[in-house]
C-alpha cells in the first residue's frame, strides 16, 4: 500500500472527512514519526509496533566492481518491531 493507497482509504471509511485533511492528518503523522526518530527518540504505536533508530559503527566494506577495500562511515537507520497484536493478526 503506497501512501496515497493509504488516503484514499481512510477519505472512505471517514466520508465525514474532506481528502485534503485525510492528506495532511497522514503526513503530519509521517512527518512527527520523522522528526522524532531524527531528535533520537523512539516512536511506540500501541497495538502496532515501535519505530526506533540503531546505529551502525563503521566498517571496512568491498567495492563490489573491483573488490577494494573502502571505510563505510557510521550510519543510524531506522528499525521497526512489530506489536504483539500486530504479530498475532497477521498469523490468524
Known sequence: ???SELIL???ELNPH???RDVERIVS???EEISA???RGDRVE???FGAFSVKKRAPR???NPRTGAAVRVAEKFVPFFKSGKEFR???NR
Open 9 to 11: 482509504r481512510i477519505a
Open 60 to 62: 571496512l566494506g568491498r
Open 88 to 90: 498475532e493478526r497477521l
Open 28 to 30: 503530519t503523522v509521517f
Open 45 to 47: 504505536l500501541r497495538g
Open 36 to 38: 522524532a526518530l531524527a
Open 17 to 19: 472527512l474532506f481528502q
Open 1 to 3: 500500500m503506497t501512501k
